[in-house]
């Protein structure tokens, strides 16, 4: 049977909306009063109206595994955790989705919904050491986007010798950038963080 499911009536001030997250698969059981789908606005947040979904990958796409409502600005999760995991915390209402590391640990969050890359996660190991890399990542890829524009400017500018010169620069970053992964992988093979990387340049590359 087919149960029509209408949207909550948005304000005069939001032109529309946008699905950005299906909690439920076809075929799924849905309770009363369960989040079902997430949809976001351009409207300007409230934190203490808003519903934070930790959220995983099972078998597919993401699925909320617990929520929490906002209080003063703050949530909390509580439970144990066997493993490190990859889990994701979502905002409902914006568009932030948040990969972490759960692991067992006193894990705590600062989100700013505004600009993720500016959120800090603090208490998990793993999430420290894959921020690490990360930010040594960052570097070698500013010292290619530098090389390149070099480079750019120099063929623009019909400079063949100079051109040839970046050119030879950003064949060396890149080379030390994929040996960096490659060591990073190997030397820290019992880290789950490792299978997360190695699983990124399978997929992407």
């Known amino acids: 049977m087919t149960i029509e499911i209408k949207a909550p009536t ?16 076809l075929g799924d059981t849905v309770k009363r ?9 351009d409207k300007v947040v409230n934190p203490d109206l808003e519903i934070t979904a930790l959220q995983k ?42 990969p972490f590391f759960l ?15 500016k959120s800090r996660i603090i208490g998990s190991e793993s999430q420290t050491a894959y921020d690490d890399y990360l930010n040594t990542l960052d570097q070698y890829n500013f010292k290619l986007r530098e090389n390149y524009s070099l480079y750019a400017k ?17 064949v060396d ?4 950038k994929t040996l960096f992964v490659k060591d990073f992988i190997l030397n820290n093979n019992q880290f789950f963080y490792s299978c ?6 399978l997929v992407y590359q």
């Open 173 to 176: 970053v890149d080379n030390q």
């Open 57 to 98: 990958k099972l078998d597919g796409p993401l699925k909320s595994i617990d929520s929490a409502m906002m209080e003063n600005g703050e949530f909390v999760f509580k439970g144990t955790a066997g493993y490190p995991e990859i889990h994701y915390i979502n905002i409902t209402g914006t568009k932030s989705l948040i």
């Open 33 to 41: 009063d369960e989040l079902l789908v997430d949809i976001e606005t």
């Open 196 to 201: 997360f990387v190695l699983f990124l340049l």
């Open 103 to 117: 692991e067992p640990a006193k894990i705590d969050m600062e989100i700013n919904t505004r600009d993720i890359n």
């Open 154 to 170: 120099a063929q623009e500018l019909g400079n063949i010798e100079k051109a040839a010169y970046y050119d030879s620069l950003i």
């Open 10 to 25: 948005l304000p005069e001030s939001v032109p529309d909306g946008t699905i950005a997250t299906w909690h439920k698969n």
